[in-house]
């Protein structure tokens, strides 16, 4: 499956460590959006519905 247009900026960032998991939510949410949750997941490693808690 191809990743979204940004996973690899959103990617590059997080794991610089310039990005905190929230914002790479925020990549989820945002409009238009960058990233999906599965590539979130993907990223973090977390789970997108657990964290949003």
């Known amino acids: 499956m191809a990743k979204s247009k940004r996973y690899d900026t959103v990617k590059k960032w997080y794991d ?3 990005w ?3 914002k790479v939510r925020d990549a989820v949410t945002s409009t ?3 990233i999906t949750a599965e590539e979130f997941e993907e990223i973090t490693g977390q789970n ?3 964290s949003q808690e």
């Open 16 to 18: 610089l460590g310039k």
């Open 20 to 22: 905190s998991i929230a």
């Open 32 to 34: 238009p959006q960058w």
């Open 48 to 50: 997108y519905e657990d």
